[in-house]
């Protein structure tokens, strides 16, 4: 985990324990076959998913979470943990969007972090019913936390990354 932005830790403080335990549960929900594992995340500003999110998807914007999908080699001969992909969170959307939408900053990170992860395993919104799949997959996971639907009376519909 990288944190190159301090903002993070000053509001969410237990960022790093916390993306441990949510990345530990969506991959331990998705019972992959393979032990070992490895998920980057980044939490950074705004700025850097601006250039990212320019440079990889043409969109010239800052956006909440970018996910990025790793080698997937998931072949048992394959050596050393298998390296899922990399999360990157912008702390001023973050921020920004759980204000908007009356969430504590830790619950929408975790809501990001679960839509991060099930993207790296493979889960999209494109279309109506991926979104319906991948919105049930994170509602699921979220409630198992203790964290209400995100989705429930606030006419969102898929996190928009």
């Not at 990399?86 to 975790?110: N, P």
Request: hydrophobic share 40%; glycine share 8%; charged share 20%.
């Amino acid at each position: 985990m990288s944190t190159p932005c301090p903002a993070w830790l000053t509001d969410l403080p237990e960022a790093v324990a916390t993306t441990q335990r949510v990345v530990e549960m969506v991959l331990g929900a998705a019972d992959l076959a393979r032990p070992e594992i490895e998920v980057g995340v980044t939490l950074t500003d705004d700025g850097s998913v601006r250039e990212l999110n320019r440079d990889y998807r043409q969109q010239d914007k800052a956006t909440n979470v970018l996910s990025f999908i790793g080698d997937n080699d998931d072949d048992p001969a394959h050596p050393g943990p298998l390296l899922l992909g990399d999360i990157v969170l912008a702390h001023g959307v973050v921020a920004t969007e759980a204000q908007a939408q009356g969430k504590s900053m830790h619950d929408h990170y975790c809501h990001l972090l679960v839509h991060g992860t099930l993207h790296l395993l493979g889960y999209d919104h494109v279309d109506e019913a991926e979104a319906i799949t991948m919105e049930a997959r994170e509602v699921a996971i979220l409630a198992a936390m203790g964290i209400e639907d995100p989705y429930q009376n606030s006419g969102l519909h898929a996190v928009a990354d």
